[in-house]
């Protein structure tokens, strides 16, 4: 009783570490998440454009992701999907929109994490 406990408690652990070292790596812009950090101000011209050039910059980020951490490709495209959204602007062009801290700060997150 006393192993599966402990052993219950590592691997708990271990998952939390894992979920700790992605959402650090999601929220610190570096040259592989250039995707999307550094493509933010690009303006397009319909909601479509954006869309299409936001999942480009999806499949480059996920690859990373799935190799630095434990996460299955579904939580990777979710978590990607809710970090990186396609919102108008005031001129009328969509951009890609930055929500990250949203994301890592969120119950949604957080029940992954616990």
Avoid: K
Wanted: overall charge neutral; hydrophobic content about 40%.
């Amino acid at each position: 009783m006393q192993y599966q406990h402990r052993r219950r408690t590592a691997r708990r652990l271990v998952t939390r570490l894992l979920f700790s070292l992605t959402a650090a790596a999601m929220a610190i812009p570096r040259p592989a998440f250039a995707d999307h950090a550094f493509n933010t101000d690009i303006p397009y011209a319909s909601r479509g454009a954006c869309e299409a050039a936001n999942a480009d910059f999806d499949n480059g980020d996920r690859e990373w992701l799935s190799a630095a951490s434990g996460l299955s490709d579904g939580e990777i495209r979710s978590m990607l999907q809710r970090a990186w959204r396609c919102e108008p602007g005031s001129d009328g062009q969509w951009y890609i929109t930055d929500h990250r801290i949203e994301v890592l700060s969120s119950d949604w997150w957080q029940r992954r994490v616990n």
